[in-house]
């Protein structure tokens, strides 16, 4: 099979939080402008979530990572019962719809699975699940192969015989495969064949994987798994055919892009903090963010850092506001952190950096300065990634 056509998509990780608390010995007067500033955090929470949507937006199309595969929205799948192999804690899954009389398959089977067990699959980082999609037109004994599959998978040799049935596929003759199931268990096995124990369960899998847009085989949809139910995979991208290690790598990534975004998108929705002032979201949205101080870019950059180490969920107002002189336009200082963290985790800081992790000086000098007349809906990123080299 051939590969789809690679769109691009770029994600920011922004964080911030908002909120307020009230004081039942108020007089009348002042709970009433408790109830205007609890309005005004309503806005202000509304508008900060668009400022992540409108920097998500700049940000897209302006190369850093570019995620392989094509993108999905809104597409789950249930992986109970499903086989899968890798740490069952793991937050990404990678699912494959699979033939075991396609040659691409086997190709992957052979070549590329390999590696994706050595680079992600060992050592904790996904899931990789294996559902049916037998071609029963062009591939008449793969849905029996499929079932067997299963009927071994009941005496725990699920995937020995899946290795088996790649390796003598050329030969379309499953007796030889089926020295992978020992002896001890081959009349339970076979009664399960006789049965067709699991035809209706191969059927199922077909029709799941047509409900997903599957038509073809392998194809591969890479996502994360719901935070409600860890048996539910919310897709981000697929991968049709015999795609390079590379190509899983760059989907995996921005799929970790996404983790980190909704991550961001609850901090913001969960925090609970003073509200932040009217004049603040003005210096967010539609309006140039002014320049800063480099000394006051690198406190309050520092700042966040170790609030993110420390698991923190809110950013303090108050607190960015000591790490500045007074007067200081804390909102731009806030909103210029998160530009320098954004092309950070994008990996396009390049070789400026003192460290593993900290931008070198430069950074801060041209992040503080950067002209930004159309305040954060509009970000020229590449113009302000080349004035980094």
Known sequence: MTSYLLPTCCLLLLSSSVGCLADDSKTTDELREIREELALLHTGQQQLASAVDAILAALSGHGGILPKGVPLDNLSTSTLHVPFRGNELAS?????????????CREHFERTLP??????????????????????????????????THCAEEMGHFWELRSSLFKNQSEGNMENALAAIPSSDRGAFDRCMMERRFEARVRDDVTEGKRLGVNGTPEFLIGYFDTNDPTELKCVRRLSGTVPVDDFQSAIESVVAVIELNEARARLAAAQDRPMSESGFRALLGKPVPAVRVDDL????????????ASQTSVNVKLLEKLCPPNTNVMAV???????????????????RDGKTRPDEKVFEVVANFPLPQGSEKVDVEALVAALK
């Open 115 to 148: 590696v994706l067990e050595e680079k992600y699959i060992k050592n904790g980082k996904i899931r990789y699940f294996v559902r049916d999609f037998p071609l029963e037109p062009i591939h008449p004994q793969a849905e029996r192969w499929a079932e067997a």
């Open 92 to 104: 990404i899954g990678v699912l494959e719809f699979s033939d075991y009389q396609c040659p691409y």
């Open 298 to 309: 690198k406190r309050v950059w520092s700042f966040l850092v170790e609030q993110e180490r």
């Open 334 to 352: 806030y909103f210029r952190s998160t530009l320098i963290t954004t092309l950070l985790h994008q990996g396009r800081l390049g070789g400026r």
